[in-house]
């Protein structure tokens, strides 16, 4: 099984601040990598797919980048709503696995 | 646009069997450009796949070797449906469960991800 490492768990951070999220596969996956985002009581949300394609509807402020093992999602301004957990999941090979989740808190 | 709508029991005995459904509007579930997913998520054990099913010119079945022996995920083309059967459902099943779909690009190498995401459905096990 692809194993996805996914740091920070938690990270406090301030509205205008430059957050990065990464996360590492333990193996080469491609850019089979995508990222969502999650509020409480709510089902995910695709911001990124195959590492770096930004979601129709996204804001701008979100961007991806890596392939193989080493992908990062970055929020260059954070905007009020954007405080929430995110997550990766690999879909490059069965079983597909998740990122263990970054929550991102207000400072 | 496709959404997914679930639907099936929040509160479960232990040994029970869990039987969710998810509506499919906007796509079909035998399209050739798309997997039908379940996925769970608990605090414990955090996101995790068990597995899905498929239409290219016959039905494909996987399945997360944890829940392989006792999960069933059936299509169902007269409602445009699928659906996640459990068996002998414990405490550690407790969690929110999602159906989702797999998208996959038009383009070569074909890429695919996890686009939408049903409703979740909160399943309690406890006795």
């Known amino acids: 099984d692809v194993q996805v490492t996914q740091s920070p768990s938690s990270l406090s951070a301030s509205v205008g601040d430059r957050v990065t999220i990464t996360c590492r596969a333990s193996q080469s996956i491609s850019t089979y990598l995508n990222w969502y985002q999650q509020k409480p009581g709510k089902a995910p949300n695709l911001l990124i797919y195959?590492?770096?394609n930004l979601q129709s509807g996204v804001p701008s402020g979100f961007s991806g980048s890596g392939s193989g093992t080493d992908f990062t999602l970055t929020i260059s301004s954070l905007q009020p709503d954007d405080f929430a957990t995110y997550f990766c999941l690999q879909t490059y090979s069965l079983p597909y696995t998740f990122g263990q989740g970054t929550k991102l808190e207000i400072k | 646009q496709v959404l997914l709508q679930q639907s099936g029991p929040g509160l479960m005995k232990p040994s029970q069997t869990l039987y969710l459904t998810c509506a499919i509007s906007?796509?079909?579930?035998?399209?050739?450009?798309?997997?039908w997913n379940w996925v769970r998520q608990s605090p414990s054990r955090g996101l995790e796949w068990l597995g899905r099913?498929?239409?290219?010119?016959?039905?494909?079945?996987d399945y997360a070797v944890s829940v392989r022996s006792r999960t069933t995920i059936n299509p169902d083309t007269s409602k445009n449906q699928f659906s996640l059967q459990l068996n002998s459902v414990t405490p550690e099943d407790t969690a929110v469960y999602y159906c989702?779909?797999?998208?996959?690009?038009?383009?070569?190498?074909?890429?695919?991800?996890?686009?939408?995401w049903g409703q979740g459905t909160l399943v309690t096990v406890s006795s």
């Open positions: 906007g796509d079909s579930v035998s399209s050739n450009r798309a997997a």
């Open positions: 099913t498929y239409y290219r010119s016959k039905w494909y079945y």
């Open positions: 989702v779909r797999q998208d996959y690009s038009r383009s070569v190498p074909i890429y695919n991800w996890f686009d939408p």
């Open positions: 195959t590492a770096s």
